[in-house]
């Protein structure tokens, strides 16, 4: 009779990754470019048309600093001018960048967030997979919403993990995504709906009644009663 072992737990982290469900490679395409412009173009966001520009964006608070963490990290070849993006677009990293390090426990990296017209310009003399600068399907990087995430140093489990969690965020209109492969990276343009502003509530401002007495009482009560909030 041969003796059993132990029993053995499952190991959680295979667990894990047995719910990674494989899927294919997110390619981009004319159509999709076209919607991503669509919809920035909906969400008024103009295109940032050079240096002046930007620094004009970033000083009044229209870009903001990619969210770099110990779970999000930024290509040191980027100029510091060039690591912002939207409000939305920097929430929307902060997310992804804390659900990535929960599940795999090393940060992602932005290898490239807002562009200038200008520099995308220059950009399509030395690449020739850069989108247009100038017309109706230019590249959305001109309008500070879309980044980049590298996939260098990836492994196949967490590009499955990311290829089933932006597919589902683009299935629910909150972002576009296409995978890059020359450049070897997840090309994201995020939407005003993944975290729309906050409706400001006008707070009623607190009355506080000093105690008087006799006639001045009676005075007081009756000019409240003809006013109101």
Known sequence: MIESGPEVSPDPVSLR???????SPLRGSLASLVRQNEKTDADNLERIENDAD??????RGMLVPVPASSALTV??????DRRYCRPWTA???????RAHETQFHHPLEVSSAVR??????????????AAPAEGDIVSPHVTGA??????????????????????ALQNAGKLDVEEEFQQACFHITV??????????????????ATPVSGSDSRAISSGLSTRGE
């Open 17 to 23: 990754a047995a719910r990674i469900a494989p899927i």
């Open 54 to 59: 930007l620094r004009d964006r970033i000083a």
């Open 75 to 80: 290509n040191a070849s980027l100029p510091q």
């Open 91 to 97: 929430r929307f990293l902060a997310d992804l960048a």
């Open 116 to 129: 200038t017209v200008d520099y995308q310009k220059r950009l399509m003399g030395v690449n020739g997979n």
């Open 146 to 167: 879309t980044i980049d995430i590298a996939k260098g140093g990836l492994s196949q489990r967490e590009i499955y993990w990311m290829r089933n969690r932006l597919l």
């Open 191 to 208: 939407y005003k709906s993944y975290a729309p502003a906050r409706p400001v509530h006008k707070t009623r401002r607190r009355v506080v």
